[in-house]
């Protein structure tokens, strides 16, 4: 019979010639075997003989080809997160590589890429359920086809590990493989079993009650696999539509759960409890997105604290745009475009962009703006005036939240909420109650959401989380009025206790989705733990904000690197075996020591303060050596200031186009240079090219 769900457990069985891959507690299911060093896929009917048990482990997350060798990353630690409608969610904690092939030659890029993967694993928050699809909603669940496989039912934008599990997807689906592997045979559906879904973001699943009333309170961000990256270096949208930082928040409240307890492994079951009168089990769940602004926009950074911005004609982006919410509107319906960026200085740019592409999409644009003694432009909408299209299904609204909410008055924020609130209304949210005597356990939908609010600000973190937790909190309050476990005029926010978790999910889920992006927990996150602005906070995010500039300008190109290589969007080359090294720094030696020198100047001006002179010696020559420092070290550190694009660590598989651009002309300026020009241009020509050299082939992009 086949087996739609993947294995809970599974061994690996070693030897020099395969490994292989059983589930004990499915002795009639097939083996699955990958042959070494050829990388051939197959499936056995019994187990194998001669082939040593190595280690029981939790997945196969996916195979991933390298440099020098083929590598099968298993998932060897999970933990249990909590079960949703009885089903149990794991953390990936712990993986492990293993070689298809002894590694006979050395090269430096391997050990890079390897580094670079184990460190995204390690610091990446991964999630996988073995009988639940935890990448679709709620809603999309209850629409999807139960007889396919749990991998076959994800959704292609949260299937985090999609790429590095083609392989085991192609043997399954019997299509042809593009990286190397052979298979053997047509359809294999026992393979099914050994695919794992695995999804990216946060995920908090919690007992509690709100008036006496128990239920499990759920939080879930999937981040989309597609442009997926870091703060500075992935902005805007690409030609397919996909935007920056794009990350889908369901908020869930399942009421009558029997099945939450952490032990054991069951699946789906009835859900009821409380005798025959019991009430049947109950799932009401609220999305919510956010995303880049949909136009072709980057920052570049200078090792200026403001980079630099950059915004290309909106004409060029109209296409982009078009697919973009061509997909938001196949699957969430009427979008509600929430735009928090400052409408005055840097992000003005940013901001008027946005809104003529939405002049652009709709029919009729009908714009209206609010005033107030804050601000003269506190809301300004932007819709159709007639609904002839698709298109018109786009409400644009844009909201002043750095004015409105200055001095610490994020209450203000509220001013958004009651302008939002037909849409929130019309757009519903979802419900399903459990099918009676359904074995799958499905849902019956009472109702579904019809519209989502798309947020966004410049980095789509701070000023987003606070408005997605005061929507979130509305709607509960809502959700929990119209069952009737609060009545009408109460809110969910009355009970103390669940406030407190509230905030604190919610707070989470900010840090945990900016960690991701910029390298740090979120701003303002005391603002949603506590429902105020406090100085502890804004000290905290102080050091929030310098340590994202320093991760930003120094961490963030090696972060980025290892989305690309997990993601597909970088293929590495295994020509030039211990030759052609990617990441060696290719920037001219003098350019290279600069920082070193101004490091130098700095301690012996420091060494030579601290010294003692007799009472007797000269003081000028220990003054002209400091002098001669202190000048060395002004000339190095106005160099570094004025030619910051030089010394920001920039990815090495796929750098952005801008950069490479900045890199090109500021050394074009450097060898102009009357002082340093002259040993550039004679001792490193070509260097530049060199750095660069890398750009067109990391080109290749996920299918």
Known sequence: MRSLVPFRDINVHASTSQYAFTSPSSPSAQTLVIERPSGDLRLNDGALLGAKRVSSIAGILGIIKLKLDKYII?????????RLKGHMVYKVIATEFLPLRERTLHDPDEDTYLTLLKTLLKTGPMYFSYSFDITNSFQRQASSNSSLALWQRADDRFFWNKFIQSDLIDFATGTTNKSGFRQHGGHQNGADPFILPVMFGMMRITITRIKSTPLTFALITRRSRHRAGTRYLTRGIDEHGHVANFNETEQIAVLNDGTHNMGGEGGMQNGKVGGPDAQDVQVMSYVQTRGSVPVYWAEVSTLKYTPDLQVRGVDTAIDAAKHHFDEQMQIYGDNYLVNLVNQRGREERVKQAYERVVRTLVSGPREATQADYVTSEKLHIVEASQKNQEYDRLHYVYFDFHNETKGLKWHRAQLLLDELKDGLIQGQYFRGVDMPGDSQGRLEVRNRQTAVVRTNCMDCLDRTNVVQTMLARWILTRQLTDIGVLRPGE???????????FRNIWADNADVVSKTYSGTGALKTDFTRTGQRTRVGVVQDLRNSITRYVLNNFSDGPRQDAFDLFLGAFLPDSSGIGTTRVFVDRRPVLIQAIPYVLAAS??????????????????????????LWVTVGLWCFLFIRNHGVLYVNWPKLNPPRWASEGYQDT?????????????????????SNARISHLEEGKKRIQ
């Open 74 to 82: 298993v998932i060897t630690k999970a933990q249990p997160m909590g």
């Open 491 to 501: 809110s969910a926010d009355d009970d103390l206790t669940f406030q407190m978790l």
């Open 602 to 627: 700095f301690l012996m001006v420091l060494i030579s303060s601290l010294a003692r002179s007799g009472p007797e010696s000269t003081q000028w020559p220990l003054r002209l050596f400091i002098f």
């Open 667 to 687: 050394m074009e300026s450097i060898r102009k240079d009357k002082l340093i020009g002259p040993f550039v241009a004679r001792h490193e020509r070509g260097a």
